[in-house]
């Protein structure tokens, strides 16, 4: 083999290395670009589907206990992850409603002095059937029914 074949066939082979190199930095910027995308994407799709609650669908749920309550008065309770109202009316009627404002969701109160529900947000008013009397609201409070068992109040979503 003279001096010349012998060069011929190294840079044979050198081109032979070089194919698999350069197909391996292909792959791996490839690989790079894709692992970029997504890590974009995927929180953008996280954000626009988010997860269902794990929570369990909630109908009925301990308000309160027998003399939490005064007449004229009302009270803020769970109801699965959202706040309930119970309200001991000035004649002695308890009513439970949902205690989120129809209007942007707010958390609504009894007011005494008014002898209905208020929302602090926006002054929306609702009187003690849940209709919304004034302010914002567009709609009526969810109503609850009450029952009272032994010493405890409950509350469960209407069917
Ligand atoms: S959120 Fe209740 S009045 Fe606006």
Known sequence: MNKQDKN???????????????????????FSASAVVLSIIYPVVKYL???????????????????????????????????????????GELKAFTAVCTHLGCTVQYRSDLQHIWCACHNGHYDLN??????PPPRPLEEYDVQVKGDEIFAQKRQ
């Open 49 to 91: 589907i988010p997860p269902k609650s794990r929570e369990p669908v909630t109908n009925f749920v301990k308000a309160a206990k027998v003399g939490d309550l005064k007449p004229n008065s009302g009270l803020i309770f769970r109801f699965g992850n959202e706040p309930g109202i119970l309200i001991d009316t000035p004649q």
């Open 130 to 135: 849940g209709i919304n009397i004034a302010g």
């Open 8 to 30: 011929t066939t190294e840079n044979e082979s050198n081109a032979d290395i070089k194919v698999p190199r350069r197909s391996v930095l292909e792959f791996l910027l490839s």
